[in-house]
């Protein structure tokens, strides 16, 4: 089942299917919606071209098994429609989390003669089904759709005391550690094996209504839902040494708390799997009657020709609080906190653009970080910076923000992120530490001192002496330290930033002085620190810039006003129009695997060969437009195929031919 799964997850790329987007059928509460486009996805590839790679890699044979009568190699042929849109859903709640899909079909026959046939049809809400043996994950089809829903239980959920009464769910065995003996169970024999293998449930058809959850009264036996299977104990073969010696009893004793907590642990996992199996069916028949409503994304039904996929996720904030340990906080600090980061939305698309494959995004902000946001971003970079942005760069980072603004919201951020706990000590707590820092922290002038533009540039790597210690040995095992030297490859930096008030690092260089841990060299200064790495760090602090660099000849250069860098233009605008940039300059990998003596498998020297003809790796958070906060992924493939996924596709299938031969 999982197989088939992974099947139509892969081939299930879809738009428009009996003049009818499946989107229709997506609920409206869910929380989180991906379209999978094949119609785009196949404007840029040849589908014989992915068929050679699951070929390659013996996918079709791996999944259906070589004794098996089908004989499908292709995708073509597998029954769904590969130029429509596919989804894939998700709604979480605090107790369940549902994840569902849906795929267009174009052949119901070609679709029913690859299902599994040890797996029982069975027709529920009208639509032939299968399930899996938990029955957790169900399949459902008709003439046009095929469908998905599975469920997966939430941890904080079910670890909550009144809902482990409610369906009886046993405690784990705690452990002694001063005896090492479990402390709320008697030991088990030593013949007693436990068996965890779960009895396949069978799911009814679905009757309409919700799920009736009983409530116990205290002391009343608690019987768990229908379907469960009993923990079951088979014998084990005698064990000749179990009486060799006591000092194992310690050993024998963990092995019974081992063997209790695994039927501890097989028993609620039943319990869970069987209502699993309930809500799913519940929720499935919801989904169907419409009760859920359908979701009515425009930018979901009206996806462009380049877009291979999009995903849409609303109440992001709720959503991923949702997966917080809150039993680990409430243990810790005695508090259950709502982290509120003011995220209201997650939406963005996987983009074909020629030879560069991107995925540009939003986050949706709420009025109030939409506010904090303007003020901190809005920032000027030194211009100065840039030609030390040089075309042959390994890679680079660049964070252009307002120190000022950023200290004067500093004490609102905690407050809103970490200070809604009303009434605790823990709320206490943090809204005294951002009181004391809007009082004490003037914003103004340490806003002068680091103004928040900064740019660290990896120029590549360099081989050096390194000095370090070591023990050498007389005959009756007593040491002396020596000092040895070794050859390292290290990285080659610099970082800048702008600073309109040195007096606080000319105070600090002068102490450092007066301790011996500064060394000068002529204004240069070297930060005298015990790293084994070998890294040598300098400061230069010149014309308002603060120079940090393990490139001692580089800041002379700069001091003496010989250095003449011209920065890349790509490198510029990323830069420029960009608070936050981090870019990998791929092209230069090919010469850096040579110079590190790194050793690469026959497969793989022409893939990395082929590393001089990329472009940019690179990842880049925009300006605020509105009250969304955009970020972009991408990568600049070859220009030698039409684009970017032709390239992807091509350069796969010759790997795994490789790994094939």
Do not use: C
């Amino acid at each position: 089942m999982i197989k088939l799964v992974a099947i139509l997850a892969t081939v299930g790329w879809s738009n428009i299917i009996h003049a009818q987007d499946l989107l229709k059928k997506v609920p409206e509460e869910a929380q989180v919606v991906m379209a999978m486009n094949g119609k785009a996805f196949f404007k840029h590839v040849d589908a014989a071209e992915v068929n050679k790679i699951f070929q390659n890699i013996g996918f079709f044979e791996n999944v259906f098994g070589k004794k098996n009568k089908i004989s499908k190699e292709n995708i073509q042929e597998l029954g769904l429609d590969l130029n429509s849109k596919a989804y894939i859903h998700a709604q979480i709640t605090d107790s369940v989390q549902y994840i569902g899909a849906l795929f267009p079909i174009a052949n119901v026959a070609q679709l029913e003669a690859i299902l599994p046939k040890d797996k029982k049809i069975q027709t529920v809400n009208g639509l032939k089904t299968i399930y899996t043996s938990g029955g957790d994950l169900r399949m459902s089809w008709d003439d046009n759709t095929l469908y998905f829903l599975g469920a997966v239980p939430m941890f904080n959920y079910f670890n909550r005391e009144d809902i482990r009464t409610r369906y009886g769910l046993k405690e784990n065995p705690e452990y002694n550690y001063a005896t090492a003996v479990p402390t709320t169970v008697e030991a088990y024999p030593d013949t007693v094996y436990l068996d965890t293998t779960a009895t396949a449930v069978e799911i009814p058809p679905v009757k309409q209504g919700e799920i009736e959850e009983v409530e116990f009264e205290e002391g009343e036996e608690v019987i768990p839902p229908a379907g469960v299977p009993p923990t079951r104990a088979i014998p084990m073969e005698k064990d000749e040494y179990a009486s060799v010696d006591s000092v194992l009893d310690r050993d024998e004793y963990q092995d019974d708390y081992y063997k209790e907590y695994a039927e501890v642990s097989q028993y609620n996992d039943s319990v869970k799997n069987v209502l699993m199996a309930q809500w799913v069916n519940q929720r499935f028949t919801q989904i169907l009657d419409g009760r859920t409503g359908y979701s009515k994304s425009k930018t979901l039904s009206s996806m462009k020709d380049n877009e291979l996929m999009r995903v849409e996720m609303k109440n992001f904030n709720d959503f991923y609080s949702l997966y917080y340990p809150m039993d680990l906080f409430y243990g810790t600090f005695g508090a259950k906190p709502i982290f509120d980061y003011g995220y209201e939305s997650l939406a963005g698309s996987l983009i074909v653009d020629g030879p560069q494959l991107k995925f540009v995004g939003d986050l949706g902000l709420d009025k109030e970080m939409t506010k904090y946001y303007k003020d901190i971003y809005k920032n000027k970079f030194n211009p100065k910076f840039f030609e030390f942005l040089d075309p042959n760069a390994l890679g680079f980072i660049s964070l252009n923000m307002n120190s000022e603004a950023y200290i004067k919201h500093m004490p609102s951020l905690v407050k809103k992120v970490y200070g809604n706990i009303a009434g605790d000590k823990i709320g206490s707590i943090v809204d005294l530490f951002a009181t004391i820092a809007e009082v004490t922290l003037d914003e103004k002038a340490l806003g002068k001192v680091i103004k928040g533009d900064n740019l660290f540039v990896v120029n590549g790597v360099t081989k050096q002496e390194v000095k370090y210690k070591d023990y050498e040995y007389d005959d009756d095992y007593n040491y002396t330290e020596v000092e040895r030297t070794k050859m390292e490859t290290l990285p080659q930096f610099i970082w800048m930033f702008s600073s309109d008030d040195t007096r606080i690092f000319e105070k600090i260089i002068n102490v450092g002085k007066s301790e011996n841990s500064i060394e000068d060299h002529g204004g240069i200064f070297e930060l005298k620190i015990n790293d084994r790495s070998g890294i040598k760090p300098y400061l230069l602090i010149d014309k308002g810039i603060v120079f940090l660099s393990n490139d001692l000849q580089k800041l002379k250069d700069i001091k003496s006003k010989t250095f003449r860098g011209k920065g890349d233009a790509s490198f510029v605008s990323f830069v420029k129009n960009n608070p936050v940039s981090l870019v990998f300059n791929a092209k230069q990998v090919p010469s850096l695997v040579k110079e590190l003596d790194i050793p690469i498998h026959r497969n793989m020297e022409e893939t990395i060969d082929e590393l001089s003809q990329y472009g940019n790796l690179y990842f880049v958070s925009k300006k605020l437009k509105g009250n969304n906060a955009g970020f972009e992924i991408g990568v600049d493939f070859p220009k030698t195929k039409p684009n970017a996924l032709s390239f992807m596709v091509d350069a796969i299938n010759k790997l795994t031919l490789k790994f094939k031969d």
